[in-house]
C-alpha cells in the first residue's frame, strides 16, 4: 500500500497561513447556507428516521434519479439498473479495483495520472502500465503498441483507467478522434475502460466532447462519476456505472467494505436536486474557475522562468507546470512549505519516479488573489533554485520573467509533447 501525496499534505495544508494550490478541492464557500439548512430542516421535520437509518447497497432510487440528470446533462442514458452509489468517486475506483485487479495484472493508465489512483492500483498488487499524455490526452498509438506487446507476452490487461476530460493532473483533454479509437480498441479486443470523469461539466471554453460512456454505450466502459466537483465533497456521495456482469461483483465488494453509502447524504442530494437549480450552480463554480483559473495562467507567466511550460486547460481544476530538468519538486515543496505555500510534486503522478521536474497547481480552492500570492511565493524558490545551478554549472540564468516584455505570454504550450502521432 502506498501514501496518496494529497493526504499527506492535508495536515500541512489545514494550517490558515498556508496557501494551498496542492489538494483538488472545489471551493464549498460559494454554496448558499441558506439552501443547505433549508434542505437539512426540511429532511428533519418530514425524513429524519428513514435519513438516519440503513440503506440498500445499491444506493436509493432517487438519488439515482439525481445521477441519471448529471449523466443526461453530458448526454449519456444509462439503466438505472447499471448503477451503484458510492462513498464518494474514490470508492468506486476502489471497488473497481476490488473487483477486477488480481496480484500481479496488468492495468493501463496514463502518464501522468491522478494520483489517487496510483495507491488503489497498487494496494491491489496490480502491475501498472503508464501511456504518455500530450496536449490531446493519452496517447493512444502508444496504447496500441503496449497491447500488442502484453499480447505477445500472453498477458491481457484487467482494464484501462482514463480521466479524459480536464485530466487530473495534467489538465489536458482527450480528442475525440482518440476517444473514438480507444472506444474502437475495448470493442476489438473486449477490453474494459475505466472512465473517471468528475471535471466533464466544469468546461470553460471549447466545444464539449462525448464521454467515453456515451461513445461505447456501456459495454466494455465503466463510468465513475461524484458529486464532489459540481455540488460538496463532504458529502461523500459518488457513483460507478458498470455492466451487469461487472457490477454484481461490485455490489458485493461494496456490502464488505460499508454495508451502504451514507443515507443522509443521499436525502440531502435529493432534496438539492428536487429544488431545480443544480445547473445554475455548476455554471456559478465554472464562472468563478474560470476567473481563477486565468489568475494562474497570468501569474506564472510573470514569476516562472523562462524554461517553464505548463498546461492552459479548457476546464476542470488543475493546471500541469514542468520546471527545468534539474530541478526536483519534491524538494522543491519542503522549501515552498518554509514559505507558507503547497503544491503536489509530479513524482505523485507516476509510479516509475517519472515527473521529477513537475507539479500539479489546483486553482479552485482558493481566491485570486491567494492564487497570484501563491506563485509568486513558487516563483521565488524556483528563482533560488536556478540561481544555485548557475552559480554551480557557470551557466548564467534566463533574465526574471517579470522582466520580460508581453512576448512573454507565448510561453503557454498546451502540453509538453513527447512525440508526434498518437491515434
Known sequence: MRSSAMRDLMAV??????????GGLPDTSTFPP???????????QESVAEALQYGPTEGFEETVDCILQVMGAEGMLPDPEDVIVTTGGQQAIDLIGKTLIDPGDAVICEAPTYPGAIPVFCSYQADVIQVECDAEGMRIEELEGVLEKLSAEGRRPKFVYSVPSFQNPAGVTMSLERRRRLVELARQRELLVVEDNPYGLLRFGGEALPPLYQLDGGDFVIYVGTFSKILSPGIRLGWAVAPPPVMEKVVLGKQASDLCTSTLTQYFVREYFAAGSWREYVESLVEIYRCRRDAMVDALRRHFPPQATWTEPEGGLFIWATLPDYIDTGDLLAKALRDDVAFVPGQAAYVDGRGRSSMRLNFSAVGEDEIREGIRRIGKVVAEQVELYGALTGERPAAPVQARDAEAAENVVPFRKTGEGGG
Open 34 to 44: 441558506q439552501t443547505f439548512a433549508a434542505q437539512m430542516t426540511r429532511i428533519a
Open 13 to 22: 495544508t489545514a494550517r490558515p497561513e498556508v496557501i494551498s494550490l496542492a
